[in-house]
């Protein structure tokens, strides 16, 4: 699932560091109960058979929607497409989820705890730097553009360790968007609306847990 720096949403007005901070509490509490309505998806769809695709389309369409909604000045239409959002993400992912749950519990608990520590390590470092990350976002994106389509060229040609370089390869990207994100919202937040910030650092998050399911579990995401 891509993030918003991917799509090119989220971005307006510079928020001075005094309302970047103040943002926080708000960006991290929508991000928890973001994790908690995923987890409820999961849980809800996990003797689901049908297709995740379906849900994955509806998914892009909560994030254009939330996107026009935030343009528009509409927070709690917002609010309710970023929880719509995750419960679709989590509906997308419950069959694998349930899979290693039932073969292989262990790489269930080690990709979340892993998450949350891969997530804290980069995100302290991104809020806690007086560094600008921004210029870093480009050369990040050029890098999920070939990382990505080397995922696709894996589809339909083998190459050994494949599963094992492209999670490691997109850990790489995606801690340099997490990094970004907790730096923007640290020191020069570009969102009005702690929404789309929110948004963009639950993609990351559930992108990350994605990645380490993968590669715990020996690509069964993949498949």
């Known amino acids: 699932m891509p993030t918003y720096e991917q799509m090119g949403f989220g971005q307006g007005a510079a928020l001075t560091g005094d309302r970047a901070r103040a943002v926080f509490g708000?960006?991290?509490g929508?991000?928890?109960?973001?994790?908690?309505?995923?987890?409820?998806g999961a849980y809800v769809g996990r003797n689901e058979q049908t297709n995740g695709f379906i849900f994955l389309i509806a998914a892009f369409a909560c994030m254009f929607g939330l996107n026009a909604a935030t343009a528009r000045?509409?927070?709690?239409?917002?609010?309710?497409?970023l929880f719509g959002l995750?419960?679709?993400?989590?509906?997308?992912?419950?069959?694998?989820?349930?899979?290693?749950?039932?073969t292989q519990p262990g790489v269930v608990y080690q990709a979340a705890g892993s998450t949350a520590l891969f997530v804290g390590a980069?995100?302290?470092?991104?809020?806690?730097?007086?560094?600008d990350l921004s210029r870093y976002i480009k050369p990040f994106l050029i890098a999920f553009g070939i990382v990505f389509v080397f995922g696709l060229i894996t589809l339909f040609v083998v190459?050994?360790?494949s599963n094992i370089i492209y999670c490691v390869l997109m850990l790489v990207v995606f801690g340099g968007f997490?990094?970004?994100?907790?730096?923007?919202?640290?020191?020069?937040?570009?969102?009005?609306?702690?929404?789309?910030i929110a948004a963009?650092?639950?993609?990351?998050?559930?992108?990350?847990?994605?990645?380490?399911?993968s590669l715990f579990g020996g690509g069964t995401t993949r498949r």
């Open 26 to 28: 708000q960006v991290m």
């Open 122 to 131: 980069l995100g302290s470092f991104g809020y806690a730097t007086r560094r």
């Open 30 to 40: 929508l991000v928890a109960f973001a994790l908690g309505f995923a987890a409820l």
């Open 178 to 196: 997490t990094a970004f994100d907790f730096n923007r919202l640290a020191n020069n937040g570009r969102y009005q609306s702690p929404v789309p």
């Open 200 to 213: 963009s650092i639950f993609l990351d998050i559930f992108n990350v847990f994605l990645l380490l399911l």
């Open 159 to 161: 190459i050994p360790g």
């Open 73 to 81: 000045g509409r927070e709690q239409l917002a609010i309710g497409l």
């Open 86 to 102: 995750a419960l679709l993400l989590g509906l997308a992912i419950a069959p694998i989820v349930n899979y290693y749950a039932h």
